[in-house]
């Protein structure tokens, strides 16, 4: 479920706003005055802050560039100030989006829609590309590069190397790694993991530079930062 903080003096227009969000699924909280909400904003994790322009307190371009010094929140700034000047202003001090009052409750839920699918787009985008110091891996293309370089690897390193990509700093038993990359029924010494690590290592480490695979005697192999 999505969280929605939205800062509002109108309470009859919060009271709306929220009954018809929490009708779409989402967790609604409202803040009626600026420092209320700016507390709330940087005190706790939001999907999404709905933030009026004019507040008690602190109005909300000081409660947006406050938020966006510290956070990357999407904010959508909702105003009965319509001017193009005030838009410049709203979306220079870093909100993602600008509706002016008085806006239909369906426009506000799609614009909050296409916030989250961008969101959505660029973790999946992010997710598909795993670095570590200069060495890269693209997952859809099944590329891996050191700097420019492009390294060749078996489907065995290859997935080998994602598997420890995607646990940085965290130690990978050999047993973990068998069941991650060989899979959970085949009938492999966990030796082999041993021999495969040999194989990458030879193939993404520098000459007389420490291994980006590091042994934890005992334990296993982890990518440490």
């Known amino acids: ?33 600026g420092v209320t909400g700016l507390h709330l904003a940087l005190s706790e994790e939001w999907d999404l802050i709905l933030l009026d322009l004019m507040l008690p307190q602190l109005d909300g371009l000081e409660v947006c560039r406050r938020i966006r010094a510290l956070k990357k929140t999407p904010v959508i700034m909702l105003t009965a100030r319509d001017s193009i000047k005030d838009k410049v202003s709203g979306l220079d001090c870093g909100a993602d989006d600008y509706i002016p009052k008085p806006f239909a409750i369906e426009e506000l839920q799609a614009r909050m829609r296409v916030i989250f699918r961008r969101l959505e787009d660029s973790a999946a985008t992010s997710q598909a590309l795993l670095t570590f110091q200069d060495l890269s891996v693209n997952l859809d293309l099944r590329v891996v590069k050191r700097g420019d370089v492009e390294i060749g690897l078996t489907k065995r390193e290859f997935d080998l190397l994602v598997a420890l990509m995607q646990n940085i700093n965290r130690v990978m038993d050999r047993e973990t790694l068998l069941d991650k990359v060989w899979g959970f029924e085949t009938v492999v010494d966990t030796n082999v993991v041993d021999v495969y690590i040999r194989y990458l290592r030879n193939k993404i480490d520098q000459p007389g530079q420490a291994s980006y695979i590091q042994t934890v005697r005992g334990m296993g192999y982890v990518m440490k930062q």
């Not at 479920?1 to 919060?14: A, N, P, T, V, Y």
């Not at 969000?21 to 989402?26: I, K, M």
């Open 1 to 33: 479920m999505k969280r929605i903080l939205f800062i509002e003096d109108e309470q009859h227009l919060s009271r709306f706003v929220e009954l018809e969000l929490q009708r779409e699924g989402y967790d609604v909280v409202l803040a009626y005055d």
